[in-house]
């Protein structure tokens, strides 16, 4: 294993380029699954609410884990943001706004790369996150650029409404001449959701795909008999002296249950993945689910491979068991960016023994815009 400073763009434009993004790209937009108690995480906590048979705490986690993690997204809007950062006061719509820049800087560095790969033309976006950061970003460079000449492939196909199929990410857009005579395919990258989109529907056992379908799933005043028990649930989770054991504190008033059962009636429908068991609660989800990872697993495998992680912390153990396999293949590489030192070091004790893996660690901060400024970045 190595710890480098940048990933040089001269080294891996002529690869297989793959990157696999995590909510750490998003943050500053939407919360991640990070908790303030020591070593905990909504993923940790909701298995060992799971393992000891504790459904309630496990529920009104759900609760906080949708509303905080889920609900944000379902009712993203760029263009309320963009008019908010134009305004004197509007310094957390500026913030937001720049994590969008930062999406789109990471997709113009991804045209150069696949414009360049004369053998391929393409990149590869695998990403956890739910949200439509990449897609936002995308229309925003059409936009501001009238020749982009670069596709974002999400593997959907349609007008009205778009299906989601994976064999369409083995598609690419070819632009003929006036006449004819010529003929160019255009650089790109497919983007594929493999923890779900908050944008995808179920539609006769097919996956549809609708970003302007962002209407919140419960009514506002769902949750409102029950936030005595978030609040004390987020009181323990933001307190960084807190352990398991302050969770059996709360109790629980006589409409949990009823919001409980009808909670789960709708969160079940979602199409995003379980943070504690890493399952869709949907079979034809399920199956795309396993379809994405074996697409994965087909691009690492792939001669002279290199895979940039971004913002991922290694959680869901299919795709964590998924690299481990791939990292066989090696002429595969894989730059591990990360966070802060204990980053670093939980990298180092998961993939120590790989001599085809180096960390890219900075003295401050590794952000998103640290990775695309000084990172993951185009040579002067």
């Known amino acids: 294993m190595e710890l480098i400073k940048e990933i040089s763009i001269n080294d891996v434009w002529q690869h297989n380029v793959n990157l696999l993004i995590g909510s750490g790209a998003s943050f500053g937009l939407f919360p991640t699954l990070a908790t303030d108690m020591d070593g905990e995480s909504i993923e940790t906590l909701g298995k060992y609410f799971d393992d000891s048979g504790k459904g309630e705490l496990k529920t009104l986690l759900f609760i906080h884990y949708y509303r905080n993690c889920i609900e944000p997204v379902i009712g993203f809007d760029l263009e309320s943001i963009k008019v908010g950062a134009m305004a004197t006061k509007g310094t957390s719509d500026k913030k937001k706004l720049a994590v969008i820049e930062n999406y789109k800087q990471l997709l113009l560095t991804l045209r150069a790369v696949a414009s360049r790969n004369k053998s391929q033309l393409k990149a590869n976006i695998f990403t956890t996150n739910y949200d439509s950061c990449f897609a936002e970003a995308y229309e925003e460079l059409l936009l501001e650029h009238a020749n982009l000449d670069f596709t974002l492939n999400d593997g959907s196909k349609g007008f009205r409404r778009k299906f989601l199929e994976a064999r369409n990410f083995d598609t690419l857009e070819v632009r003929h001449s006036v006449f004819g005579r010529n003929k160019c395919e255009i650089p790109q990258a497919n983007l594929v959701h493999l923890h779900g989109s908050a944008f995808w529907n179920l539609d006769n056992s097919r996956i549809s795909v609708n970003y302007d379908d962002n209407k919140p799933k419960f009514d506002d005043d769902f949750f409102d008999d029950i936030e005595e028990e978030l609040e004390e649930l987020e009181d323990i989770l933001n307190d960084k002296g807190s352990d398991r054991d302050d969770f059996d504190s709360i109790e629980f008033g006589a409409e949990f249950n009823r919001i409980e059962e009808e909670f789960w009636d709708i969160y079940k429908k979602l199409p995003i993945v379980n943070p504690t068991k890493w399952k869709f609660h949907e079979t034809v989800f399920d199956e795309h689910y396993y379809q994405m990872l074996r697409l994965m697993s087909y691009e690492l495998e792939k001669q ?72 993951f970045k185009l040579p002067s």
């Open 304 to 375: 002279d491979s290199v895979l940039v992680v971004f913002g991922f912390s290694f959680a869901d153990e299919h795709i964590t068991n998924l690299i481990k396999r791939s990292l066989g293949n090696k002429s595969l590489t894989m730059y591990i960016c990360c966070f802060d030192i204990p980053t670093t070091e939980i990298m180092t004790e998961l993939f120590g023994s790989f001599n085809n893996v180096k960390l890219v660690t900075r003295d401050a901060f590794l952000d998103f815009n640290l990775f695309n400024s000084e990172v």
